[in-house]
C-alpha cells in the first residue's frame, strides 16, 4: 500500500508499506478515508523531536475493511473515527478514563505501527479504539469529514486542555498558542460554558477561526507584555484557566504569568521546556494538569457535537491535499502557509 | 509583653516585646490564648528555610482586646480564631477565597510582625481576617481550644490539600507525610468522603492519629518501596489522589509514583524540592495543585464541625507547654518527642 515515509529531518516522501493484515483477533484493518498532519509531527519535520524512519501519521478516519475475530462491536463496512492512540479498554488507566496511559496502548505511525497517513491502518484492540460513526462515509459532507478528522487528535487536545483547567461556566480563560490546538481549546472552553476567552495571536487568519470558535478577545502582544495585557483585561485579577498548546519555556510562563491565585493550566503542549519548575506556581496556589489527551474518552461526546451541528472544529484545516502530496502538506504548516493540513486519502 | 523570639538555628528565647496598638483602623489587638509549633517554624529552627531575627509563630486563638475605628463585626471580648496569614478581604485574590495570595497580606511572625507564639498580637484587616468563634473563651474545653488552634493553620493546610486534589466521595487517596499536616490531610481526606485512606508512616503515635482520623490502611514503607506497596494495594492502578505533605524530593516522587493515570497530587508541603519536574507528570496526565492554604477561606467551615463534635483535628497536639518554655515545644519536635506542640499562653 501506499504511505508517507518519514525519512529524517524535512523529509516525508511517499513509499510502499506492506498491506496490514489482522495480527490479533482483536485488531481490524481501516481503509484510511481522511489523515492530518499534526503540529507533532512537524516538530519531527523540524528535527526538533525524533521519530524513527518509517510509518507516521496518527490521527485518520475510515472505514473498516477487515476484523479479527474477537472483534464484537464492530463490522466490515463501519466508518470509524481513531483516536490518536490505541488502547485495551480494560487496565486500570483505560477504566478511570485514561486510554492514552493504556498499559497496552501505543501510538499510530511510530515509524512502526501503520501510520494515517497512508491507505490503511491495523487497529490495534478495535472494539475498544475505535469510534463507530453512525452513517456510511458517503452520507457525509467534506465538512463533516473534516471535523471527524480533527476529533482524532486536535479537537480532544484541545479539550483536554480546558477540562482538565476545570473550565465550566461564567470562568474567564485564556488560550496561550494559536496552532490547530490552541483554536481547538478555544472551541473546547466555549463549549463547555466559559464567558470569555482571551485568544493569544497575532496571525488573521488563526484570530479569524479564534473569532469563530468562541474567543471574545485577542491579544497579539507575547511574554511579559501579554501577559500585562491580559493581566489589564482582567482588572489585575488574572484568568481562572489558562490553557497551554505549545510547551516552550516562553507559552508556560506567560501561562504562569496570567493565571490568578487558585486558578489552573491546562497543559498540552508537547513538553519542551527546560526551565519551568512547578514550585513557582505553588507560592500562587496555582495548579497544572493535561498531558496527552484521552480522546478516546472524549470522541463520543464531541461526535454528537458535530451530529448536532453545534461544532465544527474540522475550520482548523485551512489547506488540503492528498497522499501524493504529503510532503506539500508538511511544508505549509512548516511554512505557516496552513494552519494544519488535510489528507485526503481514500475519497475525494 | 512576653513573646518568643527567634535568634538563629536552634535559638529560641522567651523575650520582651513592645506591646502592640492599633496603627491602622482596620486593625484589632488579639490577647492571645493558645499558640503553637508549626512544622515550617521547625524548618527555621533547623536552618533549613531562613527566619528573620524577632517575632515567631503563625497560628494563634485569642481574645479581641481593643479594635480600630473601622472595625466592624468584631468587639472588644470576641474570642477569635486567626488564619496564619492576615488578607484584606477585597482584592482578586480573597475575592476568589484564596486569601493566603493577598495583594496586601502577609504573615504572622515574621521577625516583624506580632508572632502568635507572645502574649499579643495586632491583626491587620481584622474585620477580613479574624474568625469569631460562637461563645467566649471560658465556655470551651481544653480539648476544644486545641481544635480551634489547629484550625489557624495545621487543619486548613491539610484540607487544602485534599480539596487541591479533588479528594470526594469514594476516592481513594494516600497521604504522604506524617507530621502534623499530613495527619490533617487524613483528617480533609475523611471530611471528604474518601472511601481508602492510606497513610504512610513509621511511627505508632503518629500512625495512631492517621487511624483515628480515618486512614484505612498504612503504609510504613519508604521511597520505591512505598510505591511498590500502594500499587499492590490499589491492584496496580494507584490512587486517585496522593496529598504531598512534606515538600521533598523523596515524598514528591512518592506521590508520583504512587497516582494513576489522570490523578492529582494535592501538594501543601513548603518546596525543598530540587530535582522534581511537572513534565514528569504531564506524561501520565497527572496534574498538581496545591500551595499556601488559604485558611481564611476554610476556617468557617471547619469551625462548625468541630463544634458540631465531627472532628477533632487538636488531636495533632501531643505536647503541651507555656511560652516560658518555647524552646521546650521546639525541642519536643526537633527531636521527634512530639508531633505538634501547643503553647498555653491565656490560660491555664
Redesign the interface.
Known sequence: MKAAIFKGKKMIEVGQRPDPRIQDPTDAIVRVVRGCVCGSDLWYYRGINQHRVGSIGHEYIGVVEAVGDDVATLAVGDFVIAPFTYNDGTC??C????Q??CEHGGAFGNGETDGGQGEKVRAPYADATLVKVPGAEAEFTDEQLASFTALSDVTCTGYHAAV?AGVRDGKTVAVVGDGAVGLSAVLAAKKLGAARIIALSRNPARQAVAKEFGATDIVEERGDDAVAVVLRLT????VDAALECVGTDQSIATCAGIV?????IG?VGV?L?EE????T????????????A?ARQYIPELLEDVLAGRINPGLVFDHTTDLDHVADAYAAMDERRAIKSLLTIGRG
Open positions: 486500570p488507566a477504566q478511570a478514563g485514561f492514552s496511559n482538565s482588572d489585575g485579577a488574572g490568578r491565585a487558585g486558578g489552573m497543559a513538553p521546556y519551568f519548575e512547578y514550585k506556581l505553588f507560592w500562587k496556589n496555582v495548579g497544572i494538569k493535561g498531558g496527552v484521552p
